[in-house]
């Protein structure tokens, strides 16, 4: 599966970038006037291979779940019983994602690669199912939770290429189901360290600079933490070409997951819009799979962790909005969800100066 998607992802479509480009130029604004905007729906024309692009809707979230045995060495002051019961408030609908969710009318599935506590709920029975009213769970558990990263690695290969593929799956039963564009969310006490991990491993930025300070630890945690990736880094020696591997040294279950779900999404040229440090830090696994990957890459938000703008940069990418956040969940990309809208819906409106009966300059 993982060969058969990374084959199926291609350069943008520069024919119909041109087109994109040159419709700007007979709408009635002036040119450049929307900055960004511009810029992101000729992106995602290049990504469609069509001008104007379909505009991204539905939105579906996928909030992979997973938890972490790097836990043990006290980097994060949440118990890791915290995963499993978000997990219960997702789908209850209690959570800022949830919030969100609601009013950008998007659907919410949850999946659960790796939680290392029972579920206070059961598993959907439909796949692909959107549904804005009713957050849905699918179990696809590699394991419960990872192996410690400070020790050993945190998964085989072969655990880290099972949460790809569930990702990828993900992916598929979504836009299967309609969904014009992904979001991606994640949930897992501790996964800002792996996080910072995968961002230094795939970056070669130093620990110190790509890990932060997660939930809010103190200085001396956040000096441990700084460690414990340094460390780690140093004993693994992780093959930043070797991204399966990165996977399986130091990243999570949501991480490969997640990086899945990309690859999933830029194989059918379907935009995924990226959140926070989790994301990012999967999507440098992506990008390492199939670099044309991040041609479905929309950054959603600039996360206040700081290894999300050291990743950010390593990608090319620019985000869309910062507000200061650091929550996850999924919940700066969907606050994102209408600039990236605004961006495609301009071209399909918006009259040129032809049709209007408006002069130019």
């Not at 007979?26 to 692009?53: H, I, W, Y």
């Not at 769970?137 to 020790?151: H, K, N, P, Y």
């Not at 690695?153 to 836009?175: F, K, P, S």
């Not at 399986?248 to 999404?265: F, T």
Request: proline share 7%; with cysteine.
């Amino acid at each position: 599966m993982l060969e058969t998607t990374i084959a199926a992802i291609r350069p943008a479509d520069e024919a119909a970038m041109a087109d994109a480009r040159e419709l700007h130029g007979r709408l009635t604004k002036p040119a450049g006037s929307l900055g960004a905007l511009e810029d992101l729906s000729v992106r995602l024309a290049g990504l469609a291979g069509a001008c104007p692009p379909p505009l991204p809707e539905p939105a579906a979230v996928a909030i992979f779940a997973g938890d972490h045995g790097v836990h043990a060495q006290g980097v994060s002051p949440w118990p890791q019983e915290v995963t499993g019961q978000m997990i219960g408030n997702f789908l209850a609908g209690g959570a800022v994602v949830n919030a969100f969710a609601r009013q950008a009318g998007a659907s919410v599935t949850v999946v659960d690669v790796g939680v290392a506590t029972p579920l206070p709920v059961q598993p959907a029975v439909e796949a692909g199912v959107l549904d804005p009213s009713a957050p849905r769970l699918v179990v696809a558990s590699v394991r419960r939770g990872t192996r410690d990263l400070a020790v050993t690695a945190a998964l085989t290969r072969e655990e880290a290429l099972a949460a790809v593929r569930t990702g990828i799956r993900i992916a598929d039963e979504l836009i299967d189901a309609g969904a014009g564009i992904l979001l991606t969310g994640d949930m897992g006490i501790g996964n800002t360290t792996p996080a910072a991990a995968l961002i230094a491993a795939f970056t070669g930025a130093d620990p110190l600079d790509a890990t932060g300070r997660g939930t809010g630890v103190d200085d001396p945690t956040y000096a441990h933490k700084v460690g414990v990736v340094r460390a780690a880094l140093a004993r693994h020696a992780p093959d930043p070409t070797d991204p399966l591997g990165v996977l399986a040294a130091v990243g999570g279950l949501e991480h490969a997951a997640l990086a899945g779900l990309i690859l999933g999404a830029a194989a059918r040229r379907t935009p995924v819009l990226l959140d926070g440090v989790i994301a990012v830090s999967a999507a440098l696994a992506a990008a390492a799979f199939a670099p044309d990957a991040v041609c479905a890459m929309v950054a959603g938000h600039r996360s206040a962790e700081p290894g999300a703008t050291v990743a950010l940069r390593h990608l090319g990418l620019d985000p869309l909005i910062d507000l200061g956040l650091r929550l996850g969940e999924g919940t700066g990309a969907l606050l994102a969800l209408p600039v990236v809208s605004g961006a495609v819906r301009v071209l399909h409106e918006v009259a040129t100066f032809d049709s209007a009966g408006v002069a130019e300059k």
